[in-house]
């Protein structure tokens, strides 16, 4: 059975702090990673990974593929109080006639205190 | 604006009663996708359509049915045989095209009267 793992499942820290989330998986058919930001409602994309070594980053966030490891981190430096919110991960298989059954992992609740 | 909109955003349900949620998307994309959200857990796949006419079951299939007359729709029925319906339910599209991320709605939170 696929599975994604990931931690903590919670984290408290104060703004300014940096955080690393975790996300390792155990697929049979990997293709991509994916990372979302949940904060009330809909999760809202953040990167997409699908080679190991290659560092995304946007602003704050970096994330990084380690394949042969089979896990992923989501970095954020210099946090604050608008990064509070559900960061999921998921992973995908290739994609087959135009779509792709994500696997998602239970979700690190991140709270930013002031 | 282009996105994808889910209706109604609270739903309440009797026992016995079928429900369908709505979701709409106006981003052109061909996939489409409904999920389940537990309190503390992550998203688990109900069903995905690939294209018009085409629908397939995810991991938890059971007690819920889809329809994709449009492109643009694919409501999901939640069905008195789904036992335990209570759940933050969200709705997904996609481009095609391998590096093509899924895009959300804002949800519907199902609950039993």
């Known amino acids: 059975e696929d599975k994604v793992v990931q931690s903590p499942l919670s984290l408290v820290v104060h703004e300014g702090d940096t955080v690393t989330l975790n996300c390792s998986y155990e697929?049979?058919?990997?293709?991509?990673l994916l990372w979302y930001k949940q904060e009330k409602k809909a999760p809202t994309f953040l990167f997409m990974l699908t080679s190991s070594g290659i560092e995304k980053k946007s602003g704050r966030l970096s994330s990084i593929l380690d394949k042969k490891e089979l896990f992923s981190i989501l970095n954020i430096t210099a946090t604050q109080t608008g990064d509070s919110a559900v960061y999921l991960c998921a992973v995908g298989p290739p994609i087959i006639q135009g779509a792709q059954k994500l696997v998602f992992g239970q979700g690190t609740r991140l709270t930013i205190n002031p | 604006d282009g996105g994808i909109t889910q209706s109604p955003k609270y739903l309440f349900r009797k026992e016995g009663q079928n429900v369908t949620l709505s979701c709409e998307q106006n981003?052109?994309?061909?996939?489409m996708y409904w999920y389940r959200q537990d309190p503390g857990q992550g998203l688990r796949l109900i069903y995905y359509s690939q294209i018009v006419n085409d629908f397939q079951k995810g991991d938890i299939a059971e007690g819920y049915s889809v329809s994709r007359e449009k492109k643009e729709s694919f409501p999901l029925t939640v069905t008195s045989a789904q036992k335990n319906p209570t759940a933050f339910y969200l709705c997904?599209?996609?481009?095609?095209?391998?590096?093509?991320?899924?895009?959300f709605g804002d949800g519907t939170r199902l609950s039993i009267l």
């Open positions: 997904a599209s996609s481009r095609r095209g391998s590096n093509q991320p899924q895009h």
């Open positions: 697929v049979t058919n990997f293709r991509s």
């Open positions: 981003l052109n994309h061909d996939a």
